[in-house]
Every structure is written in C-alpha cells, then in structure tokens.
C-alpha cells in the first residue's frame, strides 16, 4: 500500500532543524493523518495486513 | 501548502490510486525528524525533506532514505518486492 505526503508549513521557531533519528529495524511511530479524500488514514490500520512504502514530498502541486 | 484539496486535485490529474496524505501540523513529520528550516528573506519555513520509507506488517522499517537518494523510488521499491516474496513464501 503506498502512501505519499506533503507538509511544508511556516515555522515560529527559527531554530528548528530536524535530525532524522529513525533507521532500518526501529519501530516506526505510528501517525494519524487527513488523506486527499478528508478521510482519516492510520499507519496502525495497516498493521498485520499491509506493508506501507511513504513518500514524503514537497510542492508537488504547487509549482514549486 | 499541499492541503488534502490541493493533494485531491493533484491526485485527479495525474490519476494516483493511493491516498495523498497531508501532515498540516507537521507532527508525523516531526516525530520522524524529517522538518527541516529553511531561511528565506529574513524568515525561516519548515519544510519536510523528501524521503521514501518502507514499513513492514510488524511496523518495522525496512528502507529509509533522505533527500536527493529519495528522489528515485527504485530502491524502496525493490525493498518492498523482497519483502513481498519473503512474506509469500511463509
């Protein structure tokens, strides 16, 4: 089951820089997200029945 | 900003059949470390880096990667045919 992402949203902290700490083998975090058809989609729903690839892109829509 | 209409629109026009998801406010993207600042003018945006991830059945991942090694699907994809057969043949 693909999945695919998109959320660039404007920062109030201007320190913030992420550091990806997730690696092969780590538990991934479950998420709660809205699909394109306002639908709820869980990465919890998929467990026991799916493998998810997620995509996360930026501006795919936009021009950007 | 790629809000769930912007994705369904997008969806329609290059007829996607898997769901476009939306993180608008950034807590899957922060919870996986993947926001990253960007100073434009004076301003810093955070905005998400690309990354392909592939997740197993168990929530294990199995392939993850960054940036300009994410633009090309190819190796997750390939993560995802191996675990595939190896789940098959269970």
Known sequence: MPL???APVRSQNKEQVATPSLKVGD???DFTLLSDQWKTV????FHGKKNVFLAVYVLAFTGG | MDSPAANAAFAKQIDIKFPLLSDMNKKMLKDYGILKGYNQQGETYDWARRANIVIDK??????IEFDE???NPNNALSVCTDLH???SSK
């Not at chain 2, 168990?58 to 392939?63: E, N, R």
């Open chain 2, 85 to 87: 057969k190896k789940q």
């Open chain 1, 42 to 45: 869980k990465l919890s729903d």
């Open chain 2, 58 to 63: 168990d929530g294990i991942i199995q392939h």
């Open chain 2, 69 to 71: 090694s994410a633009v």
């Open chain 1, 4 to 6: 695919s992402l998109a």
């Open chain 1, 27 to 29: 538990h991934a975090p």
